[in-house]
């Protein structure tokens, strides 16, 4: 029961943090506006409630002394892929304060950069939050307030991880895959147990979509 936990929670966290990346690719381009930044606000602080729900379960189980071998080499690979996409969720945070910084919304420095992307990112930060529409404020501080709470919990994940390496030390390299590389790019994504859904985005709604690079690591 407890493996299955770990890998519906960990699998929720890996579709947020895709989804915050499909986000972040709209920064700055003709597809930039406020609602992309509040949906960037609100995806990005759904991933750290799960890194935080992620982290206290795998390190309760980790550091819980009378599980099999066999169970604590499952847990070691699931920490692993946690502390990958919380490694990507902070690159991704990094990029996002950049680009915000360089294209303010309320008083524009540059023109924003005709990338080809066009449509909504609505569809994807609605599965991000699990809901069936996205709610906004008309924040006119989205370019000040944000980007220094933006900042801060960018100090937050990188002291978490730090934490985390303290607290629980797996080697990456002595943990074994249970797959070939790149098998999840020869399969189809299935819906899984997790409340967020499943992030086939470009093949169900193109329209309302952007392409770009996901980041997302399906946990089997």
Known sequence: MGKDECKTMLDALNKVTACYRHLV???????????????????????QELAVANRTKLTTLLKDKSISKDDR????????LFTSSMELLEVDMKRSLEIGQDFPLKVPTRHLIQ???????????ARAMSVQNMKYEADASIDTVDLKELETEIAQVDQMMEEMEMKVQVAPWAVEAKQEAGAELKSTVSVGNSSVGVISICEEEPKETVEGETGLMKVQ
């Open 25 to 47: 690719i709209a920064l700055g381009s003709t597809s930039d506006s406020q609602n992309l930044r509040e949906e960037l606000k609100k995806t990005r602080k759904k991933a």
């Open 73 to 80: 080499a499952e847990y070691e690979r699931l920490w692993v």
């Open 115 to 125: 990338t080809g992307m066009t449509g909504s990112t609505t569809t994807v930060a």
